[in-house]
């Protein structure tokens, strides 16, 4: 004889085992403001959960996990970064003397042409992974981001009184999530490598991003070419790092992500990212699946810290099905950077074709070179 249970009961059943298997995907971390004194453990392999959550067992001062958020105007006269650092200078020289792990980064490119960077101490951050994405408070500063479970949205939000820094924004995604070497629907034992000992996972790398800021007695308001995601490492920046080439943009319907990365040894990584419709075109780590090289003047190849900055980038994707896309991107306005110009970001225009086809023109985009070798 086949029981047969009670709608109700069969309901809560349901609702129990969902609640269940989602309490197995949350998980939530305390990131002290002072370093970790021992050694500590990277993550360098993707599991089925857990893409944008922290990738270090605990942080030291000399290791560093962020999680990084941009976003430039379609017409690229507005932009705005918010990095959320858990690191040291020891570990990332890149940031300003401080001796507190936990760090917000605002970077913020004005209509006028004038940029401002900013910089909050947090007394400890919190961040909860779910699923796929991530929660992140930084305790003290009025600033924290929240991601849905499977990445399609996120909200960053920024209540500074004292930096007089006021608004929200926000990211829903346009293009899937990839690790280094392939898509993240690919969840488990995948490389999470881009280089030697650096770590990175893309939860957005195409987004619809909405500003509403208040800077001071300035407004900023845009919609624009959005983008999400995080490095990590176990060791220091600059062990590891002789030059990158990143950036990402959005043209003609397409998505576009570049990594183009020197190890100090001179060794070259790549990582390859095309997406069209929600659909992945290109996500790959093969050697020559992507070639990234300065254009205009100081072209030089590999850069070193004595090299100045390119006019641009020219960029080769291999797609999967043996096409390939021609990109170029020239540079607007230096958006960040350091002494000796040994790191620059930029925002853009990006223009490409497909197979020497039609060409698109008038794409946004962001983009970085770091270049620390002598």
């Not at 479970?149 to 920024?158: A, G």
């Not at 929200?168 to 969840?187: D, E, K, M, Q």
């Not at 509403?212 to 919609?223: I, Q, R, W, Y």
């Not at 624009?224 to 003609?252: C, E, L």
Request: aromatic fraction near 12%.
């Amino acid at each position: 004889m086949k029981l047969l249970l009670p709608q109700w009961l069969l309901f809560a059943t349901a609702v129990l085992a969902a609640n269940l298997l989602r309490a197995k995907t949350k998980r939530n971390e305390i990131i002290p403001s002072t370093p970790f004194l021992g050694p500590i453990t990277a993550d360098f392999t993707s599991s089925h959960l857990g893409l944008d959550g922290p990738k270090l067992s605990a942080v030291n001062s000399t290791s560093f996990d962020w999680w990084y958020f941009d976003v430039v105007s379609t017409d690229r006269k507005s932009s705005l970064v918010v990095v959320f650092y858990t690191a040291l200078p020891s570990a990332f020289p890149f940031l300003p003397a401080s001796t507190d792990v936990t760090t917000v980064g605002i970077y913020i490119g004005f209509p006028n042409g004038t940029t401002t960077s900013t910089y909050l101490g947090a007394s400890e951050a919190i961040v909860s992974t779910d699923a796929q994405g991530s929660t992140g408070n930084f305790v003290g500063t009025g600033a924290g981001w929240a991601g849905a479970e499977d990445d399609s949205v996120y909200e960053v939000l920024i209540n500074s009184p004292s930096n007089g820094i006021f608004g929200s924004f926000n990211l829903v995604a346009t293009a899937p999530a990839h690790y280094p070497c392939g898509p993240a629907t690919i969840r488990s034992g995948q490389n999470l490598e881009v280089g030697p000992n650096i770590g990175w996972s893309n939860a957005v790398p195409d987004a619809v991003g909405s500003v509403a800021l208040t800077v001071g007695s300035t407004k900023l308001a845009f919609t624009g070419v959005a983008y999400h995601d995080k490095n990590w490492s176990n060791q220091p920046f600059t062990d590891n790092v002789g030059s990158w080439y990143w950036g990402h943009g959005h043209i003609g319907g397409y998505s576009l992500v570049w990594f183009d990365f020197l190890a100090v040894n001179g060794t070259e990584y790549v990582s390859a990212y095309v997406s069209k419709n929600n659909k992945i075109l290109a996500s790959s780590c093969t050697p020559g699946s992507i070639k990234v090289r300065p254009t205009g003047a100081n072209a030089d190849y590999p850069p070193t810290v004595y090299t100045g900055n390119p006019g641009g980038f020219s960029i080769l994707v291999d797609l999967n099905d043996g096409g390939e896309m021609s990109f170029n991107v020239s540079t607007d306005s230096i958006v960040a950077g350091a002494a000796g110009m040994v790191y620059t970001r930029w925002t853009g225009v990006l223009n490409g074709s497909l197979n020497g086809g039609k060409v698109m023109t008038g794409g946004a985009a962001i983009f970085e070179q770091f270049k620390l070798s002598t």
